[in-house]
């Protein structure tokens, strides 16, 4: 009985440490380039939405935009939002930040299926 537990609590820590692929968070400091992110949602899983979140600061227009698709956000200065789109699992999900016009801010963005 002992072993079972044992062995139930390792592999509870090896499933929760293994790496996430459908959520994305990072620091953005410097504005000097872009960045391109890839989401990829697992397959036996249900989705029925993605999220964007964006907090901080940054003293001009950001954007941040989904490849393949019309979606198009554009950010300015103290920012602290939450965006949602449909989304039901049945492909990879590509992210485009662009700092635009921004030279200096901090900002948290956090992409999430």
């Known amino acids: 009985m002992i072993r079972k537990l044992y062995f139930s609590l390792i592999l509870l820590c090896l499933y929760s440490c293994s790496e996430k692929t459908d959520r994305i968070q990072f620091t953005v400091e410097n504005f000097s380039k872009g960045r391109i992110d890839t989401q990829k949602p697992y397959p036996n899983k249900s989705y029925t939405k993605a999220l964007i ?3 901080g600061f940054c003293n001009d227009s950001i954007i941040i935009k ?3 698709d019309t979606y198009n956000f554009k950010f300015s200065g103290n920012i602290d939002t939450i965006l949602q789109m449909e989304y039901y ?3 990879n999900k590509i992210f485009l930040f662009n700092p635009y016009r921004c030279t200096n801010g901090k900002l948290l963005i956090e992409y999430d299926l």
Do not use: A, D, L, S
Request: net charge positive; no cysteine.
């Open 53 to 55: 979140r964006v907090k």
């Open 66 to 68: 989904e490849q393949g």
């Open 89 to 91: 699992g049945t492909y």
